[in-house]
C-alpha cells in the first residue's frame, strides 16, 4: 500500500487529495491510504517526519519542506501540480496574495506596518516565509497570529481580527469561486511570486517500478479526471524540475 499524507488541506480541499489517491490507486493497480495532517505545512528540523521510518510514501508539502526532507536524501520529486489560474501560465507556480478587508486603508504592503498579521503556521512559503522576506524580520508587526491555516487567516481578516494576511493563491482563488463574503470581504493590495508550487514527493526508498506507475499516473491524470482536477484548482501534472527548489 501506499500511505499518502497531504500537509496542504483544508486550505488546499481535502477532495483534491482523495481524487489523487483514487487515481493512482485505479492507474497503477497499488492500493492506496490518505492522511491528513492540519497541523504544519510540511515538516522542518525537530517537526515529525513520517518520511524517515516509512509511515508515508507520497506527501504533499510546502517548498522549504522539500528542502529540509532532500538534504536528508529522504524523498523525490514527482510530477507538480499545474494550476488554473492564468497567473501561472501553464507553468507549477502559484503566488501569496495579500489580503486586506475592503474597508481598509491599506494600498500596499508598506502601508500595514505595526498592524497585526496572520499566518497560516511557520512552515509555509506562501504565508510565513514569503512576509520574512519581504520585512526581514517578525519587527515589521505589532502583533502576529498564528491561525493555523489560511482559511482561519481569512476569517480573522474578514473580521478585523487581523489587518492582513499572504495567501496562497490557488486557496484564495477557490475561496472567492465559492465563498461570496471572502470575495465581497477582502482585497489583494500585492501578489508575491512566481514561486515554485508546492511540490508531491515520493519516499526514495519506493520500489522504482511502483515510483514510475505513479509519475505516469499522474502525467496522464488530466486526461481520466480533467474536469474534476479543473474543479478544484489544477490543470493537469507536469514534469519536474527539483533545482526550483534548492537554488
Known amino acids: 500500500m501506499l500511505r499518502i499524507i497531504t500537509y496542504l488541506a483544508p486550505s488546499i480541499p481535502e477532495e483534491l487529495f482523495a481524487l489523487v489517491g483514487r487515481h493512482i490507486e485505479e492507474t497503477s493497480g497499488v492500493p492506496t491510504a490518505v492522511d491528513f495532517e492540519t497541523r504544519i505545512s510540511g515538516p522542518l528540523d525537530g517537526d515529525d517526519d513520517p518520511f524517515a521510518d516509512g509511515r508515508a510514501d507520497i506527501g504533499f508539502v510546502c517548498a522549504p519542506s522539500f528542502r529540509w526532507l532532500r538534504a536528508r536524501s529522504a524523498v523525490e520529486l ?129 520500489e522504482a517500478g511502483i515510483k514510475e506507475r505513479v509519475r505516469q499516473a499522474l502525467l496522464a491524470m488530466h486526461e481520466h479526471r480533467g474536469g474534476e482536477l479543473a474543479a478544484l484548482g489544477v490543470a493537469r501534472f507536469t514534469g519536474c524540475d527539483e533545482s526550483a527548489y534548492l537554488g
Open 78 to 206: 514527482l510530477p507538480l501540480p499545474v494550476p488554473v489560474d492564468a497567473r501561472s501560465a501553464g507553468r507549477p507556480v502559484y503566488f501569496a496574495d495579500v489580503v486586506v478587508p475592503t474597508s481598509s486603508p491599506a494600498r500596499a504592503f508598506d502601508d500595514l506596518r505595526g498592524g497585526t498579521w496572520s499566518y497560516n503556521d511557520r512552515n509555509s512559503k506562501s504565508g510565513w516565509f514569503s512576509m520574512l522576506e519581504r520585512t526581514g524580520g517578525e519587527s515589521f508587526f505589532g502583533r502576529l497570529v498564528h491561525a493555523g491555516s489560511h482559511l482561519r487567516s481569512l476569517e480573522l481578516v474578514l473580521s478585523g481580527a487581523a489587518d492582513a494576511a499572504a495567501i496562497d493563491s490557488n486557496t484564495l482563488r477557490l475561496q472567492m469561486q465559492r465563498n461570496p463574503p471572502v470575495h465581497d470581504g477582502l482585497r489583494v493590495i500585492e501578489s508575491w511570486g512566481p514561486f515554485p508550487i508546492q511540490p508531491v514527493i515520493i519516499r526514495s526508498a519506493v
